[in-house]
């Protein structure tokens, strides 16, 4: 297991989390999906400039993993950002994005980020943190079942023109 260094994210390093996201969304689904879905999710959905407008978002927090001084992955985290399935209390906070890159995964880049983003939810004093995974994404789901999410929903996810569903699953802090 790696020593991974994380950090908040500022404004200076919207390009670099665009660049990111861009690069591991499509390391982890291209696989699985065909090109015209992936490009078509890249050039309408999840363009550099959309997400470097996500930095300027109210609430919006974003950390940024190193592994011997290289990026190694990012977390987006918004908070009381509300599912569509309720948890009973607006104390909550997502994991709306949690990537790796390819060349540090199963390394503890994405414990270490999952760990700081346990402590953020804590030091906000929210009563749940959630996230939606892919429902043919074994290995994230078994990664969130070990820090105790459980599924608690579904929704749809739309990539490209396929659609998708996602588990909903919370962790009750």
């Known amino acids: ?23 591991t969304f499509f390391n982890a689904f291209a696989p699985f999906n065909t090109r015209e879905d992936m490009d078509k ?11 470097m407008a996500e930095l300027n978002l ?18 987006r985290m918004r908070d009381k950002s509300i599912p569509e399935v309720s948890l009973e209390t607006e104390d909550i906070i997502e994991i709306a994005r949690i990537y790796t890159i390819t060349s540090e995964i199963a390394k503890g880049i994405g414990t270490a980020l999952m760990t700081e983003c346990i402590s953020i939810a804590r030091e906000k004093k929210r009563d ?3 996230l939606g995974v892919w429902e043919k994404n ?12 459980k599924k608690f929903g579904a929704h749809e996810f739309v990539l490209g023109s396929d659609f998708q569903t996602d588990w909903l699953m919370r962790l009750k802090l």
């Open 58 to 75: 109210p609430d919006n927090i974003f950390l940024l993993a190193y592994a011997d001084g290289n990026v190694a992955g990012y977390v």
């Open 1 to 23: 297991m790696k020593n991974a260094t994380i950090r908040t994210a500022t404004i200076n390093d919207a390009a670099l989390i665009a660049d990111l996201s861009r690069e």
């Open 138 to 149: 074994d290995k994230a789901i078994r990664f969130y079942e070990r820090f105790g999410f």
């Open 128 to 130: 749940y943190i959630w």
């Open 41 to 51: 999710f890249m050039d309408e959905i999840f363009t550099r400039e959309k997400l």
